[in-house]
């Protein structure tokens, strides 16, 4: 079958499905053969009722004892309760937020229930189980996707088990058989439908073997191609004293001494002809954008186009607003490409860009990818904020010269993996905060304490401050324990008044995100609710407290960075890390210290490699099985085994070679 062909070819998949696929990035039967679990689940060891034990994972087969019970409580959150009976007893079942589970269960149906039992009340009882009518097909190993409203886990299961038989194997392994043979990897179909399906764990482990090598044999391919493409072939960018010295002018601050250096290694890189490719790494409000903007003075003032990348438009804005002011009395040429930009304007824009009229391009990752073509371009800088950024720089598409590249980032990443991804002079780390900040200052709240702050925010507010409210993404299998981003806006009307707080969600258009953030920056209101997924690098300099509901669901360097939100002027910063338990040790550290690199440790330390850096939050995106932290030493394998099969098997790195470039390739700007 050719996997080229559009979903729509498998059972079940209409044109409504195949909407919501696309949401996922899936279009093709390739994209969703190649959709990868986020994680499996064991369905329960399967017992009668009156085995059951608390804080156990179980399976049931039992009637259903009276109809389902459908109830609102608090805002927006439904319980819908189920009770259960077999031949040995009864047993309850509570789901949150599946008000539809009434309309399709009744009393008598036989059903099969799975998941997780516990005390409430003084009632054992599953807490959003999964629950099918019949005897339960699906047992063992299940997989977990990432999903978008409208679809559930049971349907993309149903989905993914037609694809694979619809498929039939059609997948070409990329690796002959000797090579397999080899270093032991299994076929890929094989691993494809037993990632999906997993027979077991053992199956399991040598199908996720085989993909993670496979990626991150690619991976190393691409990373090697982009050392050898050091063709030498980049713009010298020469700076001097006085274009230093007028940069410095335009400042209204002074340097840090980290600043200082990360900038003369810059200026030192773009001055040479082999192309620059630079990761800066600094905690947030550590000041990274002043070298990234001396970067592209000096490229400017070279005659050159330099492009900024960064992965939001509100972040975009933000840097445009700042370069503007920046350069206002010199005479660099500056745009902005986002989104929102009218059709009209960009056609403008890149002829000016294309013309060379241009020096300065600012813009977000989608925007700029791909599509536009500039007249000389010399530098390019990307803004990971929050990701750790090992884009694939190697890949530009360029004629004639390679531009000099620059990545930014606020995570932390260890030194090991650092130094496997970058050369040791390739990394620059601002570790330096601008001074005159106060530390922010962080507390762990309890629930009983929650009114006392609500107090404390209405002086706070009173005097002018302006605050940022945090709240996990509520998933619909979420338990009560979570508040809503909504929930959290309505409470904190009524306490605050409604003229003084807004809430921001990922459901909105992004002309309405801007909206909102402008008026949080104007400030126009003083409190903004928000869920991560929205702007973790805003500057908002009067905004002095941070709160984060639910802290104890993010993890310390998350936390970390949320914090650094605030604190950005002189004035002391809070931030109230709110827990239904205050005893919570993980956050601890973040009370005690505002070290980055530190609480990046700790959390390492105290989630293990696994969770500290899945590829979702490391910024590789383009890595859908493979962790670098915990596949390190497949890491380091695979990079051998490239080096050597650079040299030793011309014809198969060849066709790797075409792949990697492919498969890594998510920058193509094209340079006349
Ligand atoms: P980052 O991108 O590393 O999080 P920014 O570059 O956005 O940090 O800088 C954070 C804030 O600190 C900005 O408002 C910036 O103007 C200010 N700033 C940067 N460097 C200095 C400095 N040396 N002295 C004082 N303020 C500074
Ligand atoms: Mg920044």
Redesign the pocket.
């Known amino acids: 079958m050719n996997l080229e062909l559009s979903v729509n070819v498998v059972k079940g998949v209409g044109d409504k499905k195949a909407k919501l696929l696309s949401k996922l990035g899936i279009y093709t039967m390739r994209d969703l053969l190649y959709y990868m679990p986020r994680d499996y689940e064991l369905t329960g060891q399967r017992v009668s009722i009156r085995d059951l034990k608390p804080d156990g994972a179980y399976s049931i087969t039992a009637l259903i004892k009276g109809n389902p019970n459908l109830r609102r409580v608090r805002n927006g959150v439904t319980l819908t309760t189920f009770s259960f009976s077999d031949e040995t007893g009864n047993v309850e079942a509570v789901f949150f937020n599946q008000p539809y589970l009434k309309r399709m269960y009744k009393n008598g149906d036989k059903v099969f229930v799975s998941g997780k039992t516990k005390i409430v009340g003084r009632k054992l009882q599953f807490t959003n189980p999964s629950i099918e009518k019949g005897n339960g097909g699906n047992e063992g190993l299940l997989a977990v996707y990432p999903l978008t409203g409208g679809l559930s886990q049971k349907v993309m299961r149903i989905l993914m088990k037609s694809a694979l038989s619809v498929s039939k194997r059609s997948i070409i392994d990329i690796f002959p058989n000797d090579f397999r043979a080899k270093y032991t990897l299994a076929e890929v179909n094989y691993c494809v439908s037993n990632i999906h399906l997993p027979a077991d764990d053992d199956t399991l482990a040598i199908a996720k073997h085989r993909l993670i090598f496979e990626e991150l044999l690619l991976f190393n391919i691409a990373l090697l191609l982009r050392e050898s493409s050091g063709k030498n072939n980049a713009p010298k960018l020469i700076s001097d004293s006085a274009i230093q010295n007028e940069f410095l002018s335009m400042l209204s ?4 001494n980290a ?1 200082h250096k990360v900038m003369s290694e810059i200026a030192g890189d773009i001055s040479k002809a082999r192309p620059m490719n630079r990761l800066m790494q ?1 905690d ?7 070298p990234a903007f001396y970067a592209m003075y000096i490229c400017a003032k070279n005659k050159m186009q330099s492009v900024m990348m960064a992965p939001t438009e509100v972040l975009a804005k933000q840097h445009y607003k700042n370069a503007i002011e920046t350069f206002a009395n010199t005479s660099i040429n500056i745009e902005i490409i986002t989104g929102s930009t009218t059709a009209a304007a960009r056609k403008h824009i890149l002829a000016n860009i294309a013309g060379g009229l241009t020096d300065i391009v600012i813009g977000t990752h989608a925007v700029l990818y791909d599509k536009v073509q500039f007249a000389t371009l010399g530098l390019i800088i990307t803004d990971e904020q929050h990701r750790f950024g090992v884009n694939q720089r190697a890949m530009l598409k360029s004629k004639s010269t390679s531009p000099h590249t620059l990545i ?1 980032s ?1 995570t932390p990443i260890p030194r090991s993996l650092a130094l496997i991804l970058y050369g040791k002079t390739d990394i620059s780390i ?1 570790d330096e905060m ?2 005159g900040r106060l530390p922010v200052k962080t507390f762990i709240v309890g629930e009983n304490k929650r009114s006392d702050m609500y107090d404390f925010l209405q002086k706070e507010i009173d005097s002018g401050s302006q605050i940022f409210v945090v709240c996990p993404l509520v998933e619909q299998s979420d338990s009560l324990d979570v508040r809503s981003s909504q929930e959290v806006f309505e409470e904190l009307c009524k306490c605050l008044g409604e003229k003084n707080v807004a809430l921001l969600h990922g459901r909105m258009k992004p002309t309405e995100k801007n909206t909102i953030m402008d008026k949080f920056k104007n400030h126009d209101f003083s409190v903004l609710v928000s869920t991560t997924v929205i702007e973790v690098g805003v ?1 908002v ?1 009067n905004a002095t407290i941070m709160i984060i509901e639910n802290a104890e669901r993010f993890g310390l360097a998350q936390l970390h960075q949320l914090r ?1 939100r605030v604190g ?1 002027g002189a004035k002391r910063a809070y931030c109230f890390l709110m827990c239904e338990r205050t005893d919570i040790e993980r956050l601890d550290i973040l009370t005690k210290t505002n070290d980055g690199f530190k609480i990046s440790e700790e959390d390492l330390r105290l989630r293990g490699p696994g969770q500290f850096l899945g590829s979702k939050q490391s910024g590789i995106s383009d890595l859908y099985m493979a962790n670098l932290i915990k596949d390190m030493k497949l890491l380091k394998t695979t990079r051998t085994i490239a080096y050597v099969m650079a040299n030793d098997n011309a014809p198969l790195y060849t066709k790797l070679k075409q792949i990697a470039e492919k498969r890594f390739a998510f920058e193509k700007i094209t340079i006349n």
Do not use: E, H, N
Not at 253 to 256: N, Q, R, V
Not at 284 to 290: E, I, L, M, R
């Open positions: 601050f002074k340097l840090t600043q600094g947030v409000g550590s000041g990274k954008t002043t930014m606020a601002i601008p001074p500057d300099p650094g950005r």
